[in-house]
């Protein structure tokens, strides 16, 4: 199963794709664990990343796009992989296509887990203060929250385009969440 899990910040995606990672056996991938991998590391594309990363600005799409394709082509994700975080943008998208064909497989399903955005505030700013986050306030939640709508959308639309995309309720407790996805993907692996 090879899959990209999507939804707005607060979510639930880390926690659903440790679940869904370990329900079909492949490597959960985000790539802000990649990054910290290569930058502790200290691999060439750590450091070039780490540049990027010390000055507050985005890795460029080369430094990010090698990182990714160099993950997925690690032994434990053969029989497949979930990708958090990856990819953000149309250029990532068509990167990602060719990462695949590579290997001589296919994307097999888009999970995007929506959640009403006020409870995405309320869970975000309850995150703030048991994480001691002063700086994640109401109005940069909303921000960060517009800004992930304005990326993800074009991405979305590609995917919906394919017919790879499974929305899935994010509201209510954690396994109810759970279960709707493997209620989504469970489609996906019998066809």
Not at 105 to 110: K, W
Not at 142 to 165: C, M
Request: aromatic share 6%.
């Amino acid at each position: 199963m090879r899959l990209i899990l999507m939804g707005p910040p607060g979510a639930g995606k880390g926690t659903q794709a440790k679940f869904v990672a370990d329900h079909f056996g492949v490597p959960a991938i985000s790539t802000g664990d990649i990054f910290r991998a290569n930058v502790s590391e200290g691999t060439p594309l750590g450091v070039e990343a780490k540049k990027f990363m010390d000055a507050g600005e985005y890795v460029p799409d080369e430094v990010t796009n090698q990182m990714v394709r160099n993950r997925i082509a690690e032994p434990d994700a053969d029989p497949g992989f979930l990708l958090d975080g990856y990819p953000r943008t149309l250029a990532q998208v068509e990167e990602l296509d060719a990462m695949i064909a590579d290997t001589g497989h296919q994307l097999d399903a888009v999970v995007v887990i929506t959640v009403d955005q006020d409870e995405l505030v309320h869970r975000l700013l309850q995150r703030a203060q048991t994480e001691g986050r002063a700086d994640d306030t109401e109005d940069v939640i909303r921000r960060r929250q517009e800004i992930y709508g304005a990326e993800t959308e074009p991405l979305i639309a590609v995917y919906k385009g394919r017919g790879l995309v499974h929305e899935v309720d994010g509201m209510g407790e954690v396994d109810d969440v759970t279960k709707r996805i493997f209620d989504a993907l469970d489609v996906v692996e019998q066809s």
